[in-house]
């Protein structure tokens, strides 16, 4: 067993899970490394305390897959176990995407899911905005019955509006349903309603929610990565998109204040988020165990320099 590092742990809504405050995403992540690389991304996060995973079936976009989708579950499976990862400590999330809906069940997709991981249930199973004909209260009492069965510990919801996060609560109530625990949203400097507004936080306090706080440096914009020259990332090619001017600027502050502190760019972003009380975890991506061990440091950022770019 490899030595691990303690994390803080908060508890997900009115659920049982108890999750690290620092997440590690896999978003089309590990088709692009080696497995080698992947497993060693996979053990750093452990070492360093991190106990909440998140998976999700994916299309290949490498051309090299053996299968067209959700060859991102296959490996993130394999890589799990490659790196010695504790299943009954580990709080792993996947995704209801409804894409192929109606012909495909909830109960079918996860079902699916699990296979191609080689698991047997999952602890999150966060919830897509339902799919054009399926009402919020039956896709409601569709996760409600995976949760009942097992296949899922608890559910969340992730990139909904709040008016329909608040109605699928409300619906969850009226079914006798444990509520959503958690809901995955994109917040950082440049983007801050979406947690932050007045219509949000009422469907936050309704479910008991924790914010997952997802897209925290803005694609790596605010990291100043493109800025630096880099070619590949989520932001690549859309530098010019009028939704990025805002995270471009933010950024140069943001780096600004972090030299100024002696913090990297990526810890100050995350460390933005941690700072609000609503935001249980940040979910972020990773490379190498380097990038693990510089983003948690985001967790010795001082209030005073939080505070700082906050304003």
């Not at 609560?169 to 444990?178: K, V």
């Not at 913090?263 to 460390?271: F, G, H, K, R, Y």
Request: hydrophobic share 45%; net charge negative; glycine share 10%.
């Amino acid at each position: 067993m490899l030595p691990e590092t303690a994390m803080t742990r908060q508890t997900l809504g009115g659920s049982k899970l108890e999750v690290s405050r620092l997440a590690l995403g896999s978003w089309r992540t590990f088709e692009r490394i080696s497995r080698e690389e992947g497993v060693a991304v996979m053990r750093a996060a452990r070492e360093h305390g991190l106990n909440f995973l998140d998976d999700a079936r994916y299309d290949d976009e490498t051309g090299t897959a053996p299968i067209p989708t959700g060859y991102s579950e296959v490996l993130f499976g394999e890589l799990f176990r490659a790196a010695g990862c504790d299943r009954a400590d580990t709080v792993v999330c996947n995704k209801l995407w409804w894409e192929f809906w109606p012909e495909q069940s909830a109960a079918a997709e996860l079902e699916a899911s699990l296979s191609r991981m080689g698991f047997e249930y999952i602890d999150l199973l966060y919830a897509n905005p339902p799919p054009q004909g399926l009402g919020i209260a039956e896709m409601v009492g569709a996760v409600g019955e995976l949760v009942s069965s097992g296949k899922a510990r608890a559910w969340g919801i992730v990139n909904w509006p709040a008016d329909a996060f608040l109605e699928a609560t409300r619906a969850a109530e009226g079914q006798g349903i444990p509520p959503p625990c958690a809901a995955q949203l994109p917040y950082s400097l440049a983007q801050r309603d979406w947690v932050e507004s007045a219509e949000m936080t009422t469907a936050l306090e309704a479910s008991g929610a924790g914010v997952v706080a997802s897209f925290v440096m803005a694609g790596g914009v605010l990291t100043g990565k493109y800025d630096a020259g880099a070619t590949t990332g989520r932001a690549a090619g859309d530098l010019d998109d009028p939704r990025y001017a805002v995270a471009r600027e933010r950024g140069r502050r943001l780096r600004t204040v972090a030299e100024e502190a002696g913090v990297s760019p990526a810890a100050l972003a995350i460390s933005f988020a941690l700072a609000n009380r609503a935001v249980a975890s940040v979910l972020f991506g990773a490379t190498s165990p380097a990038q693990i061990a510089e983003n948690v440091t985001a967790l010795e950022v001082d209030a005073a320099t939080v505070q700082r770019i906050s304003a």
